[in-house]
């Protein structure tokens, strides 16, 4: 069974009806002078959009911006629920099962968001107890060490650190979790080269563990380096799905921008 | 969860500067107004001492004369301030320091304060009970005005609903920390006023209970402000927003309420003049009250009844001093008349406090304000039961000086003696102020002002933590 599914996902903001009190004046106006009123179009921020991903899998989405990405791991999130259609983890609808869901799922946002006047251990400590997690200080520190933060940076407070610093943290919350899907939203964005390899090197040593990745990036280089298969998104529908071994660089490279430019 | 909120909150607020700082300056704040109030409560306390034994030794080495006329010399009579006072002055700036107690006539307090204040003071009074019920409220909303709009401005919010946060934990747990860390903060100066005061008035168990309950009222009214101040950092999706709607809810609460209180109370339920006062308890001591008749039908009935009384035909014949006991009865009726317009102007008094509350609507300040003045035995209710205590005086010492007047004279002669010894026989005013009992009695509708906003608090905190999104 696919640790991760998406079936049939369909999101759709409704906002033909909404308008705002500007918008009202603007369009009275408008009709008085016989011009065409400014109406909000209805979108799909997702468009019947399926796959799944097994045990130690790693599949990249990537796609140009408002593609849908970061909706469709919004969604595992219950940030957002679909309008059609549902995403599973283990089998388990994120919606209907929230709460067990949450409890197998590791989520790092681009930035990971910490508190600044807590130390690595002390945000670390923090967050698995929100997850119903109880941990040690000495363990805190043995998972941020294998996660790759440095043992003086442990009991720095986190206003101090790197963006890879904290992407150390948010790996180690997903460890301590022990969760079976881990969710990246642009994770290397804004990373040196050094660190972003460092990062995909650990995202890919997770997955090799058993963990199921999903991870929304802009970066193909990264993508192609961590992922089994890669997924171009276009307007909230997944439009193509490549083998990452076998696709070659430039290739995508190549497919990536003809979707973006509207040429595919 | 809530520990790991609670414990993290504590620590967090402890360790932003911002707390450090504005908590050092409002100690200095009011450590300063505390010890400016602790001496002046001091000193009058002392001038009321002093000037009370003056008058008494005046009063009883009065020459010998006749007991009326010494009674008119009056005795004047003070109301003792609680240790408290020194925290909160309440009405004391504006009644009078002294009773003046006489024959014939009540009287208000002479001697307000406010009347020998400098220019400065009328643009407002600043004082301890300013800083607690005015200042700290402000400090709370710097504190917390961003307290969740934060957390979703820095993607930490996202973070925890990742977690499967319960977001009823998160607000309940960060008020919990929050006052946690600001009673910690708040404790240094906690710690000296009552170090303080206790050095220096020597605290009673009742004053002790009546600061216990001070402290428990006013960590009631900063718990009501943090609540709010949560719940508008978790509605409004911005720091901004929630900063300038925080300090237009202080400035309704503080300054806004209680005037449009007083005004509405003014309106709906005015105090005549002064004028128009005293001229109708002359008008009812003069024509009567309810059919007694007017002041010289009453004391024509008065006579032919004491005629009768004693079998004789004239006041002449009288065995026992006619002018005093007619003084006696037409003082008697006086005082009846003069209880009445008092108490519909002590009645009118307290409607008026009550209808203030109105201003209650744009905040719990006004409650806090009329709370902490009662539990400082400085509002209008303690200063009635003093009055009623002087007025019961008044009435022992002129009706002693009557009867000596009365006992010492025969028919309509004016010749009764008094002397020293006599004038010292007169027992001091001993005045014993009513307990906290009386002053939480006094205090039901604040209390029941003050309950009804935290409950609306931390039900607008509650329904913030459902609606709240990353």
Redesign the interface.
Known sequence: MPIIEVNHVTKEYQLGHITSLKENVVNSYRRLVGKPIHKREDFKALDDVSFSIEQGEVVGIIGHNGAGKSTTISTFLTFNRPTSGEVLIEGLSAHEHSAIVRAKIAYLPENVALYELMTGVENLTFFCTLADINISTELARQLLTDSGLQADAHVKRVGSYSKGMRQKVGLAIATAKNAKAMLLDEPTSGLDPSAANDFAGRIRAAADLGMAVLMATHDLFNAKQVADRIGIMKQGRLVEEFDAKTVQHDELEHKYLAHARGLA | ?IG??VH?EF??TL??GRLLILGCSLLVIFVGFLLSSTLQTQQLRAEKLSVGSTAKQQWDTQSVKNPHAAAHYGIYVFKPDTAVAALDPGLRPFIGQSLWLEPHKRNFERFNPSADETLAHRFGQMTTSFVLYALLPLLIVALTFNTISQERE????????????NTQALVFGKLVGLLAAFSLVLSPALLLAFLLLQESFNLSTDEGLRLGLLLLSFLLYYAIFAALAIAASAYFKTSRVTLFFLLAFWLGSVFIGPRLGAVLAQAWSPNPSAEVFWAAIKQDIDLGLNGDGNHEQRNKAFEAQLLAQYHVNSKDELPVGFVSLNRQFNDHYSSRVHALHFDRLRDNFMRQQHLTLIGSSLGPSLAMRSLSMTLAGMDLAHQRHFEDAAEEYRHYFINLTEDWDRERSHGTERNAKGESNDWRSVKDFSYSPPDSLFALQQAQLDLVVLTAWLLAALLLLSLSAKRL??
């Open positions: 969860m790991a909120i993290k620590f967090s360790r932003d820095r993607g930490t919010l996202r973070m925890l609903h990742s977690l499967g946060l999104t990353p």
